[in-house]
C-alpha cells in the first residue's frame, strides 16, 4: 500500500520560507508518476502549487513561480517544497500527492499538514 | 486565461436522493478530469478518473461523464457517508486546476 506523510514546521514567520517534505512509502519515487504538492486555506478550496518527476522536471503555478521550488531526494524517497518570502496568505493546510501514469488523478494523497504564517 | 467552473457551490438534499455536480471548462480538455471527495479534516479521495473512470473501491452509486468542456458527477442515491465536499480537478492544462467544491448538506 502506497502512503504518503508530509513533514516540516506548523508555523512559519512572515517573510520567512515555508519548508516542507513528503515520505513516500510503498512506492519508489522514481517510478513514472508526477509527485506534487496541493494546498487548501481554512475553509477554501483546493489550490495546485507544483509537480516534479524523479529526472528532475518541474511545473509550477504561475502565481506561485517566482516563490516556489520543489525537489526530488531519490536516496531517501522523498520530495520537498520550498516557498519563500511567505504572507499570511499562504497559511493552509498543505498535501502532498501522487499522480497515476496515463490517468488524470492524484490516487494517493497524504493527510496534510497545517504550516500557520505568523509571528 | 483557462477557468474552471463548478457548480452549485452548495447543495441540501435527502438519503435516497439522486444528485448532480457539475465542472465546466472554459476550453476544451478531453477527459481529463477527475472528481474527489473530501470529508471534514480528511485528504481529498479520488472518485472517478479520466472523467468516467470509476476508482477501484468506489461505490458504484457514483458515476462521472462528459468530455471536452462539459463533465457531470451524479450520486444515484444518496447514503449518509456520502454528505461531503466534492471537487473537480482538470489534467489538460497547467496549472491543474480545481473547480471552487461543491458543499453537499443533508437537507
Known amino acids: 500500500q502506497v502512503h504518503l506523510q508530509e513533514s516540516g514546521p506548523g508555523l512559519v514567520e512572515p517573510s520567512g520560507t515555508l519548508s516542507l517534505s513528503c515520505t513516500v512509502s510503498?512506492?519508489?519515487?522514481?517510478?513514472?508518476?508526477?509527485w506534487s504538492w496541493v494546498r487548501q486555506p481554512p475553509g477554501k478550496g483546493l489550490e495546485w502549487i507544483g509537480e516534479?518527476?524523479?529526472?528532475?522536471?518541474?511545473n509550477y503555478h504561475p502565481s506561485l513561480d517566482s516563490r516556489v521550488s520543489i525537489s526530488v531526494d531519490t536516496s531517501k524517497n522523498e520530495f520537498s517544497l520550498t516557498l519563500t518570502s511567505v504572507t499570511a496568505a499562504d497559511t493552509a493546510v498543505y498535501y502532498c500527492?501522487?499522480?497515476?501514469?496515463?490517468?488524470?488523478?492524484?490516487?494517493?494523497w497524504g493527510p496534510g499538514i497545517l504550516v500557520t504564517v505568523s509571528s | 486565461a483557462f477557468q474552471l467552473t463548478q457548480s452549485p457551490s452548495s447543495l441540501s438534499a435527502s438519503v435516497g436522493d439522486r444528485i448532480t455536480i457539475t465542472c465546466r471548462a472554459s476550453q476544451g480538455i478531453t477527459s481529463a478530469l477527475a472528481w474527489y471527495q473530501q470529508k471534514p479534516g480528511k485528504s481529498p479521495k479520488l472518485l472517478i478518473s479520466d472523467a468516467s473512470y470509476l476508482e477501484s473501491g468506489v461505490p458504484s452509486r457514483f458515476s462521472g461523464s462528459g468530455s471536452g468542456t462539459d463533465f457531470t458527477l451524479t450520486i444515484s442515491s444518496l447514503h449518509p457517508e456520502d454528505f461531503a465536499t466534492y471537487y473537480c480537478?482538470?489534467?489538460?492544462?497547467?496549472?491543474?486546476?480545481f473547480g471552487q467544491g461543491t458543499k453537499l448538506e443533508i437537507k
Open positions: 510503498g512506492a519508489s519515487i522514481r517510478s513514472e508518476n508526477w
Open positions: 500527492a501522487r499522480d497515476r501514469p496515463g490517468v488524470s488523478a492524484y490516487d494517493y
Open positions: 516534479i518527476h524523479h529526472g528532475g522536471n518541474t
Open positions: 480537478q482538470q489534467f489538460n492544462t497547467y496549472p491543474y486546476t
